[in-house]
Structures are given as C-alpha cells and as structure tokens.
C-alpha cells in the first residue's frame, strides 16, 4: 500500500487541465480526404474532464501548441496536417494514493494505450499513404511510449513526441531534450520506478522507433524524473512538471528536430525553414 501510494501521489496533483480550441484539416494530398501527415495527440492526466473533451482539441495544451508549431511549419513548407486526439479517459491522478485510485488511473493508462492504436488502425486504412506524428503529454505520452515498440518497423509513423513520460528510461534510445539531456543516468519515469505495479516494460526501445522519437524531460519533474523518496508534492516539482511548453530556442525547442523527423519521411528531406519553428 505504501509503495502505491507513493506513485499515485507522485503524479498527483502535478497535472493540469487544459485550455481550448480547435483543430483544422488539411488539404487533400496523399489520398482523397487526406492530408500529408497527421498528427494523434494523448492529453496528460485530467486534461479531457469537461470541457476539456473539446479545449485544445482534446489533446491538452502541451500537445495540442506542438500540434500548432508543427502545422505552421508545415503549412510555411506547402505541407497539410490534419489531427486527431486520443478517446480515452485521462483520468485525473486520485490525491489518497488508495489502491482503487491507482487501478482506475491504470485502467485509463490502457484505455489509452489500446485507444491509440485502434485510431491508428483506423487512419491507416483510410490514409494509407499518409505519413503520421503521435504526441503525448505526461500520462498521454505513456499512451504513446507503450505502443512504440510495435510500431518500430511501420514505415507510416514517421515521428513521436514524448512529454514528461511516466515510462521514461534516462538511457532509451529516443532523442532527448530537456534539462535531463544534459545529466544522462539521473531519475527515470515514476512507473519505471515500480514497474510492475504500473504494467510497464522496462527495456529499452527498438533504435528503428527510438531514432524517430523525441522525449522531453526536466530535472525534477516527478513523473519523468523520479528518484526514490523525493517530494513529488513540492511546489518546485509541480512548477517543473506543468512548466512544459514548445520553445523556439533552449532545452523546449523540441518542435525542430520533430520537425527534422517529419521532413525526413518526405521527398525532400534536406528543407529546414528554421524560420518556420515558432
């Protein structure tokens, strides 16, 4: 019961609801109704209660500002992105650590997991020939990160953003930004920490899916960042964990290697409009 309640108030009360608006399609390209890319987004944790069902596209606002970066880019570029969020609860963390709390935040953890590749599946029948991005935040990016090893070998998926991921490895073999960056072997993902209890493989990812992702983690945040006996509940922990936003310079500008990747899938992999990345 300790050790529960220790990674639910881990992740308790570090993660934010959202803001709103909405998403865009793009123009036709890869098929009829198809787009160049497309982008499927998992908010964090408690994102998609009330009104966030709608606010930033029902992905949350880390994902759903990194959709924007990504879809002007493009569009600088004469590229379309249409999007898509992740239907799934993103429960919000219970604050008692109780073991019927932990199970039903589980529970929307694989809700998630089975949701986006359901989605996934769904798309690619359509759109066969259109390249995609996931992106996920905090709980969301575990969403993601837990269906990156079946998809090591899918040409379609050409890039994954990974936010303040729960299920972070400090030596995986994502590209990795953030202040973590800069310290390699420091803390990992709360559920790494207790694996078992959170259902969560603990080796590393294939290097054809981790080439293709980019994880973002900072010193000190307690859901991607946990050390054993650490504050998660701390003012500075929270600060650290719901102070994530896409950057155009520093350990945040993650938009332009994201878009590197997405380049890359594409014809002409060598533009890079830095100009773009805002």
Known sequence: ?????????AIAGVL????????????????????????????????RDGAGLTANGGMGDVVYQSYLQMRAALA???????????????????????????????????????????QLKAFSAQCPATKVILAGYSQGAMVIHRNLR???????????????????????????????ALAPGV????????SFLADTDTSMLPAAIGARTVSVCDIGDPVCDS?????SMSPAGIAIHTGYAPAGSGPHAWGA?????VLA??????????????
């Open 16 to 47: 934010l609801a959202s803001g709103i608006s909405g998403l865009s399609a793009g123009a036709a390209s890869a098929a009829p109704g198809c787009a160049d890319y497309h982008w499927i987004g998992a908010a964090g944790s408690g994102q």
């Open 76 to 118: 600088d570029s004469g590229r379309t992105i249409t999007a898509e969020a992740v239907q799934y609860p993103a429960a919000p963390v219970p604050a008692d650590g109780g073991i019927r709390g932990w199970m039903n935040f589980m529970d929307s953890v694989h809700d998630g997991t089975d949701a986006a590749a359901e």
């Open 265 to 278: 899938s594409g014809p002409d992999a060598g533009y890079q409009p830095a100009q773009s990345l805002r």
């Open 257 to 261: 290697p994201l878009y590197n990747l």
């Open 1 to 9: 019961m300790i050790v529960i309640r220790r990674v639910v108030t």
């Open 150 to 180: 079946d998809l090591a070998d899918d040409p379609q998926v050409v890039a994954a953003l990974l936010v303040a991921d729960g299920d972070r490895l400090p030596v995986d073999t994502t590209i990795n930004m953030g202040s973590t």
């Open 187 to 194: 803390g990992k993902g709360v559920a790494q920490e207790h």
């Open 227 to 231: 050390v054993p006996d650490q504050d």
